[in-house]
């Protein structure tokens, strides 16, 4: 049985990971910037009651980190598995009109929030002779350039750098790291904006047109994903979903795929 902490966990791919460490026999301890989990996430976990536990977290703090971690220990003995996940988008716009408060708040949440969380996991898994920690990659991680998304891109690109720097750092100490890429998700980054309104992204047709082809549910992914890591030993591994001949294959199958998320 695994000891899993994720951070962003109360919605989107973070919340489906969850549910799915918890169907795999795990303890999961949950987190996000509320005091507390939705009453409709917690009739969602009913069935856990006891393997699971919810604490508050700022991921741009690390004193918030640290009590994240202690209180897994303190829970269950350990943290076998430590997953940044916690993830901040801006606007669908041009970099100009993009406001400093996206900037700072993209920056803090993707780059900072996942440095700190690694420094913390990584400390208190050396100490503990065992662990692994894993960064949730997007858009930007391959050097792809998207227009209107460039500020979320370079946040992706960082954690990509700063996770195979990681990996070479932890190289032969027992503790491993490794990267988790999801492709496309119908998941509150797609549908709204970061203030919570209906996303203009969705009334782009040639952007639907490709989200209905290569994007998922968060809970396929996260399916695809739990027994990976669960098995995985190899230090500086991606566990990917969507592989470039997985693309090329639904490409081919398009017209089957029509409408078929949004």
Partial sequence: MKNVVITGSTRGIGLAMAKEF?????????????????????????PYEG?????????QKRAE????????????????????NAGQNAPHDWIQNTQECYVCAVVSTNITGMILGSQVAAKGMLEQGHGAI?????????DMIQQKTILYG???????YFMKGLAKELEGTG?????????????????????????????????????????????????FFIPRMLKNKKNDRQIAWLTGGKAM?????APLRKGRLV
């Avoid at 026999?25 to 949950?30: I, K, M």
């Avoid at 393997?51 to 991921?59: K, L, N, S």
């Avoid at 294959?249 to 199958?253: D, E, I, Q, S, V």
Wanted: proline share 2%; aromatic share 8%.
């Fill in 134 to 142: 894993y960064s949730m990659e997007g858009l930007g991680s391959n």
């Fill in 65 to 84: 980190h640290e009590a994240l971690w202690s209180a897994a220990v303190a829970t269950f003995g350990a943290v076998d598995i430590w997953i940044n």
């Fill in 249 to 253: 294959w639904r490409f081919m199958t």
């Fill in 154 to 160: 370079t946040s992706k690109r960082a954690l990509t």
């Fill in 175 to 223: 503790v491993i790291a490794g990267r988790l890429s999801p492709g496309m998700m119908l998941t509150d980054f797609i549908t709204k904006t970061p203030d919570g309104a209906v996303a203009a992204i969705k009334t782009d047709e040639r952007f639907k047109k490709i989200f209905n082809i290569l994007a998922d549910k968060p809970e396929t992914v996260a399916a």
């Fill in 22 to 46: 918890l169907k795999a026999g795990c303890n999961v301890t949950l987190s996000g910037r509320g005091e507390s989990l939705s009453l409709e996430v917690v009739e969602a976990l009913q």
């Fill in 51 to 59: 393997r699971y536990q919810y604490v508050a977290c700022d991921v």
